[in-house]
């Protein structure tokens, strides 16, 4: 009995050695995953969105220049004043309308403090951004991420600065253009001065939750290693079962027996070319010299 019990238990420590080694390893590969796979998805988050940027803000300075070299020339000399075809601010808002119905993600957007337009009233962040060029003049751009509407983005913002020329409609309210007073009022949007910054155009584009894409990418990530983990747990138990605590049982029962005087059992004789196959067959070698070593001696006596 006590005999049994020890090499039950020393039977089951080599399985269970070989398991301990898995789930430690198991538990190292999902410690590295998990960080890994924040980070590798907060990167891509962050490219994929800085590409799009680029694109956008790229896009919002072709249609100013739209309006600055092609329009505004022609319909000077035609002498018809229309303003967006005038301002590459008030085309930007225009078209900016019409993408959003396409592509709601993007936010485009000139804003400031004293506005014609209510509906581009700095506020938040953009209030922020506008004090920033205030403060510093230098400034030509400013890249950052922030929140509008509750909403997380990557923004491209510049200054605005007022010019002689935008005076034309953000001057004073009597000389301003018919169709700007009479859509915006004469409340808000004038008395800009020449040299000042007025407003910030901003560009965002929405930055993914990386938070959750993280945990939605490690679940599928970690489920794959636990499956691929669980797989390699039953294939290694059932060769080390088979290919070595079997026939070291065998074996172990085998020597027993010849130690209590049984020399007639047969080893089983493995075809396989391993250690343990070297073993059992060496000890069948031995049981059988042994077996007719002691005929012979019998047959003397
Ligand atoms: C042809 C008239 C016109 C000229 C010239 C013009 N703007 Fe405007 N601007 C407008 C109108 C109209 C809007 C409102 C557009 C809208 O509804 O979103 C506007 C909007 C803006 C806004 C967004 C906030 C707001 O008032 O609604 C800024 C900032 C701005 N203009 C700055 C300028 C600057 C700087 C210049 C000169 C470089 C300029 N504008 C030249 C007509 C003009």
Redesign the pocket.
Known sequence: MEEQQTQQTSRDSLASRFNLSLVIMYLCTVLITAPTVYFVTKQQVYERAEADLILLVDVVKSIQDFVATDLRPHFMKEKI?Y?PS??G??AT?RIAKYLKQKQPQFYIN???D????L??RAKGLEQSLLERFRKNRNLESYNTVGQIDGQNYLVSSAP????K??L???GEPAQA?QD?TT??GTES?YG?RNGEV???SVVGVPLEDVQSLTLQRSLLVIGGITLLFALLFIVVNMLVKRLILIPIGDITELAKAVSQGDITREVVVYRRNDEIADLANAFELMRRSLLTAMKRMRRKS
């Open positions: 004043f303003s005038f301002s601010i008030v808002s000139n804003v400031s004293n506005p014609l337009n509906e581009n605005k600065v007022s010019r020329g935008c034309r409609c953000h253009p700007v859509t915006y949007g800009y007025v407003g910030v």
